[in-house]
């Protein structure tokens, strides 16, 4: 039979508990004593209890209502959390003296439910242990880097049913899963005041009817959810018939729930405050936790003390800052100052010589182009000076590209120098190398782009221009201008001995040019207006620029990282100025012929 929601709530505190007293029941379910007494009549007259037991009519009239299973999704990065997300997966902090994932495993286990499956991508095998542990199934997203939270329930679709759908990063005050459970819910907290929160809206029975991103004293969403089958069976087939869309993609699987919400029908589970934690950053986990800091193991914040000379305690204001293709970032303070601190990206080992890079780095401080470096390690990681209040170059002003040309020209003519050699087709070809040991290149087109670059460099090398210190990165995202129009050029990984050229051919591609901003750089470099020899050698740069980062980009996207846009726009340069390079040279070629 059916239950109404007392009859389920009464009927399962006789199941769990049997002969347990009136009291009890109302303890347990919220209810008053009269709906108690009521729920109670009814069950007993269906024969369902007798005399405060269940009967074997009873124990199945609950079953329906058991909860099969829990998934736990930890695939994500957790940017948000840097830079101890670098190192490892946020669900696998330690809070309070227990790791989260463990924690809320451990939780589930406890109210009955033993098939648990963990949802992994980022640092996968960071959670491998915990199916020796605990006996969870693991399954791997491969989407987790290119989609939203949609792709991992997309991964376990034929799993669910009457399932926890949880975060591996919540923290449960008190344990929130039991074995039977009425309906499909939603947990949520309430916020006074203002809050950037999901808030629900709801009808009757609790029914949650709208969300709205933001609100003001409401009920906001938080913590773990509830599928039951009739839930799962009318979502599933939605999540499909839209997977495939380019907007999915960037979906969580709410947002489905959302567009579907007639559909769909999802009561708010309501929770006292302080009941479930989603930690946004390290100073929140700091407030719930004071001594997390001193407890955690990160090699990241040990690197901080060791050169800034600080207690672990002094760190604050950590946040990630804006990613670049390479490497990640984060912003910390001590009571010294506001920092940066670089942490390498995956393969950059292979790609770049950190030894020349802190040797170029001391030259930009010795030149006045960046005074914010404080440390590099030979492993990649770097503490930096922040520089606050500070905006990137506009590559749209004229004025501001002014100063960047003027800027490289000081650079090189410095006669500064350091070890290492950095030539772009040469790096093509080193990515060339790397993207061959993945398998064969078969993207259509490459061996013909390949070619041309190559002919390309046999004749700008003939030009013979000059060799001296370049930077390499040199693109309006790598300067800054602070409050007192003070501008610097940071970044120096790429920078070696190369073609004067080579910074040139960066800014044109990295700061997507057109060719009348391209030529008045050009300009700004000479100051003055330059020959038709230096204009084809310069964009030749551009084109060797433009491919050796394509081919880069080639690289990062089979080693699964995203590179985006980036890696069409080096295409595109690639392809139109080598072709153009080549009929200027050519025609050059046999002209003098």
């Not at 599928?227 to 969580?252: C, G, I, M, Q, W």
């Not at 942490?343 to 950059?348: D, E, F, N, Q, V």
């Not at 990165?473 to 940071?490: E, P, R, S, T």
């Not at 690639?574 to 003098?592: C, G, H, M, Q």
Request: hydrophobic share 40%.
């Amino acid at each position: 039979m059916s239950l109404s929601k007392n009859e389920f709530l009464v009927l399962r505190e006789i199941v769990l508990h049997p002969g347990c007293a009136q009291r009890k029941i109302v303890e347990a379910t919220g209810l008053s004593l009269g709906s108690v007494n009521s729920a109670a009549k009814s069950l007993s007259a269906a024969g369902l209890i007798a005399d405060g037991e269940p009967t074997e009519a009873g124990a199945a009239a609950l079953e329906p209502y058991r909860v099969e299973n829990a998934i736990i999704l930890a695939a994500g990065l957790s940017s948000r959390f840097a830079p101890i997300s670098y190192e490892k997966p946020k669900g696998l902090l330690k809070v309070r003296g227990e790791v989260l994932i463990e924690r809320q495993i451990e939780q589930l286990l406890a109210a009955g439910i033993t098939d648990i499956t963990v949802v992994v991508g980022y640092k996968k095998e960071y959670f491998f242990y915990l199916e020796d542990k605990f006996g969870v199934s693991i399954v791997v997203n491969p989407d987790y880097a290119s989609r939203n939270n949609s792709s991992s329930i997309k991964r376990v679709e034929d799993r669910l049913g009457n399932t926890y759908i949880c975060s591996s990063d919540d923290y449960f005050t008190e344990n929130p899963f039991e074995p039977y459970v009425w309906k499909a819910y939603y947990a949520v907290e309430y916020a006074e005041g203002p809050t950037p929160e999901w808030c629900v809206q709801t009808g009757a029975h609790d029914r949650i009817t709208g969300v709205t991103i933001g609100g003001a004293d409401a009920w906001y969403m938080i913590g773990q959810v509830y599928f039951d089958r009739a839930f799962s069976e009318t979502y599933v087939p939605l999540l499909d018939a839209v997977y495939d869309n380019p907007a999915t993609a960037d979906k969580l699987w709410e947002h489905i729930y959302l567009d579907n919400i007639k559909k769909l029908d999802m009561v708010a589970r309501r929770y006292p405050a302080g009941t479930i934690f989603e930690f946004d950053s390290l100073d929140e986990v700091r407030q719930f936790d004071p001594l997390f800091l001193e407890n955690l193991d990160s090699e990241v914040f040990d690197n901080i003390v060791a050169v800034l000379g600080c207690e672990k305690s002094a760190i604050h204001d950590v946040y990630p800052l804006k990613q670049g293709l390479t490497n990640l970032s984060c912003h910390f303070a001590t009571a010294d100052g506001e920092y940066v601190y670089r942490h390498p990206g995956i393969g950059t080992e292979a790609m770049i010589d950190r030894t020349s890079e802190s040797a170029a780095q001391k030259i930009a401080h010795e030149l006045g182009l960046d005074d914010t470096f404080v440390h590099e390690d030979p492993r990649g990681w770097k503490i930096s000076r922040f520089v606050s209040n500070a905006r990137n170059l506009d590559p749209r002003s004229d004025a501001e590209v002014a100063r960047a040309m003027k800027m490289a020209r000081l650079i090189h003519e410095s006669g500064a120098s350091v070890d290492n050699r950095f030539d772009f087709y040469e790096e093509g070809c080193h990515y060339e190398a790397l993207l061959r040991e993945k398998g064969p290149i078969d993207v259509p087109g490459y061996h013909e782009m390949a070619a041309m670059a190559r002919r390309v460099k046999e004749y700008a090398e003939a030009d013979g221009a000059p060799v001296c210190l370049t930077h390499n990165d040199f693109f309006y995202l790598n300067f800054l201008i602070d409050g007192d129009d003070h501008l610097y050029l940071i970044d120096w990984e790429y920078a070696g001995m190369g073609d004067y050229a080579n910074d040139f051919g960066t800014y044109v591609v990295c700061c997507e040019c057109s060719d009348e901003e391209a030529l008045r750089a050009l300009e700004h470099y000479f100051d003055r207006k330059p020959t038709f020899e230096e204009v084809r050698h310069n964009f030749a740069y551009v084109a060797l620029a433009g491919w050796c980062w394509y081919v880069w980009s080639l690289v990062k996207e089979a080693e699964g990282d995203f590179v985006g846009e980036w890696l069409y726009i080096y295409y595109n340069y690639a392809k139109k100025y080598l072709a153009k390079v080549l009929r200027w040279y050519d025609e050059s070629f046999y002209t003098e012929g």
